[in-house]
């Protein structure tokens, strides 16, 4: 692995394409990414497949299959109410028929051109893929993956942990040095992951931690960018905080989420124009971030994190393959 900040193809590259599918994966392995990001639900037979929630109907097809329509249901997921249709009440054979759409139609009407044409892929798969990847490439392919609402599958008796880590040590993922990083925003989750495996582990944060305790059992944190650098209520950027360096001198690195070119999700700073579907100045987001220090970026746009990370450092722009 590059001792450059790491770019995160998040979801893939789900920017250009439908998020959490092959082809996703695939595109941002060729932008440039470090590693691909694959959140990770279970089926109803126990197979984890990527998913960023476990509720399916913004992400597939599902909606239009009268063959399901009997399985929409209402859950208290995460002390939430949701209505719609859920892996977990699908095998993998039933969820192997349905096909990926577009989450964000509005924002990447492009994207839209690609719905109905891929599946929902296992972890098995995207481990493959990234085997495969490295061959042709000859650099690593790292898998970050995101136990996704791992409190719930292990109330309805479909843990994430135990597929997870058996998965990764099968296909000889193990050890710190592997590139593999796994992800979760439940503490208890990542605490019980420490007891089954020596791979890297990384706290997710939407509010700010105690970060002494998370550097007992996790490699890093991975911060909503906004606890680095917040906005103010009309979106302007407000002054840095010390998470990164504090993260630091507790021994964590830092990987932020999520940059996206587009300028609904862009500071106001660096917003041009006011379309919805318009990218902004994503590059001097980076660039700011850059100078806080820290260590990896996850991105739905790779190519715009590896050109920012080599414009920073002097470096010939790689050419995607």
């Known amino acids: 692995m590059s001792t450059a900040p790491l770019v995160i193809g998040h979801r893939g590259a789900c920017g250009y394409r439908p998020e959490h599918t092959l082809e996703s994966y695939q595109l941002a392995i060729r932008l440039g990414a ?8 279970s089926t109803a037979d126990g197979v984890l497949v990527a998913r960023h929630e476990n509720e399916i109907s913004g992400t597939t097809d599902v909606t239009a299959r009268p063959e399901f329509a009997d399985r929409r249901t209402t859950k208290i997921i995460g002390g939430r109410t949701v209505t719609g249709w859920f892996t977990e009440d699908f095998t993998l054979a ?23 044409e891929f599946s929902i892929p296992t972890l098995q798969e995207i481990l493959d ?5 490295e061959r ?3 650099r690593a392919i790292g898998v970050y ?28 993922l193990t050890g710190p040095s592997a590139p593999v990083l796994i992800q979760s925003f439940e503490a208890a989750n990542l605490r019980k992951l420490r007891s089954m495996t ?20 996790a490699y890093g944190v991975g911060p909503d960018k906004d606890l680095i650098v917040p906005r103010d209520a009309a979106g302007r950027l407000r002054a840095p905080t010390t998470l990164v360096s504090d993260a630091h001198a507790a021994g964590l690195a830092v990987h932020a989420w999520t940059f996206r070119a587009e300028n609904p999700f862009l500071p106001l700073d660096h917003r041009i124009g006011d379309n919805p579907a318009g990218r902004g100045d994503g590059i001097a987001e980076y660039e700011l971030f850059l ?20 414009a920073m450092q002097g470096r010939p722009m790689p050419v995607p393959v």
């Open 136 to 138: 042709r490439l000859g």
């Open 145 to 172: 993956p995101e136990t996704k609402l791992p409190s719930h599958f292990q109330s309805i008796g479909l843990a994430l942990e135990e597929p997870l880590v058996s998965a990764l040590h099968a296909n000889g």
């Open 94 to 116: 039933e969820l192997r028929t349905l096909r990926a759409v577009e989450r964000l139609p509005s924002v990447r009407p492009q994207n839209t051109l690609f719905d109905g």
């Open 291 to 310: 100078r806080l220090g820290v260590d990896g970026v996850f991105t739905d746009h790779p190519d715009t994190a590896v050109a920012a990370i080599s």
């Open 198 to 217: 020596d791979l890297r582990l990384i706290q997710l944060l939407d509010e700010p931690g105690d970060l002494r305790t998370i550097a007992e059992y």
């Open 129 to 133: 893929l990234a085997r495969a990847e």
């Open 34 to 41: 470090d590693y691909i990001e694959p959140d990770l639900v």
